[in-house]
């Protein structure tokens, strides 16, 4: 339980640290605005256009009687805009980190910088980490698509559905969440996708106290644009955190060992 309160600990010092930094707190929000005015473009269009989307993807059934027409139709305008606003919400991240790449990447050497220590530099051109960036998101959306549809037939369970099914699924949210914020610092650092993935596994704990809180509280758009900077910010101190090589233990003299006089 301890990793799991360090976890959120990283959160709350990721937030702390943009607002006692408000130049890069501003320079992250860019990208997160961009983002969302592009989302809320696109579902205002997906709003408008979902009744001639849907009544053209059922053409069979235009010769049906009322109300069985309407109550079709009705329903699948519904489960388009509500499928709209769940990949709006699960590619929000992922694309804004790949918006504001050149943001992101400076705001976390800052982070870096002002911990300490050395500061990492990828040496990749910004079209090469571009692409790196665009495929490994792709590759993590694929993992997220699996556990969504397996999660979605878990919820139809009765009790368990409505009760453990939507925890597990903020947590899946928040671990994969927490990948694809921590490798703005971990690509830095030369580790691709599948040795991020394995060094996540290790202190799974501490990925999903880090991660966790933040899916939820991505679910409002609004909030995910304020604290997008403090969580690029935060899953830096996070990487950091991973990647930290432990101290050797000191070894215990024996009493039996001669000392010169």
Not at 30 to 50: D, N, Q
Not at 58 to 65: G, I, K, N, Y
Not at 66 to 93: C, D, H, Q, Y
Not at 164 to 181: H, K, M, N, T
Request: hydrophobic residues 50%.
């Amino acid at each position: 339980m301890s990793d799991l309160g360090a976890g959120f600990g990283y959160l709350i010092k990721g937030q702390r640290w943009v607002f006692g930094h408000a130049r890069w707190f501003g320079f992250g929000l860019l990208p997160a605005l961009v983002t969302l005015i592009v989302y809320a473009g696109a579902l205002v269009g997906l709003g408008y256009g979902a009744d001639d989307f849907v009544a053209w993807a059922t053409p069979f059934a235009d010769d049906w009687s009322s109300p069985w027409l309407g109550l079709l139709r009705n329903t699948l305008v519904v489960l388009v805009f509500v499928l709209g606003i769940f990949l709006a919400v699960i590619t929000f991240t992922a694309v804004t980190l790949l918006v504001g790449q050149p943001f992101y990447e400076s705001l976390s050497e800052e982070v870096d910088r002002s911990e300490g220590g050395e500061v990492h530099e990828s040496g990749l051109s910004l079209w090469r980490e571009l692409w790196i960036s665009a495929r490994d998101s792709v590759r993590i959306l694929v993992r997220v698509a699996f556990y969504g549809v397996l999660l979605f037939a878990l919820g139809f369970i009765p009790v368990v559905g409505q009760t453990v099914i939507p925890v597990l699924g903020f947590c899946v949210s928040g671990y994969f969440l927490s990948e694809e914020l921590t490798a703005v610092a971990l690509q830095r650092r030369g580790m691709v996708l599948k040795d991020r993935l394995t060094l996540l596994r290790g202190r799974r704990m501490m990925v999903l106290g880090f991660g966790a809180p933040l899916a939820v509280a991505f679910v409002v758009p609004f909030v995910a644009v304020f604290l997008m900077p403090g969580a690029v910010a935060g899953a830096t101190l996070l990487a950091r955190e991973l990647t930290r090589t432990p101290e050797p233990e000191p070894v215990p003299s024996s009493p039996y060992t001669l000392h010169k006089d």
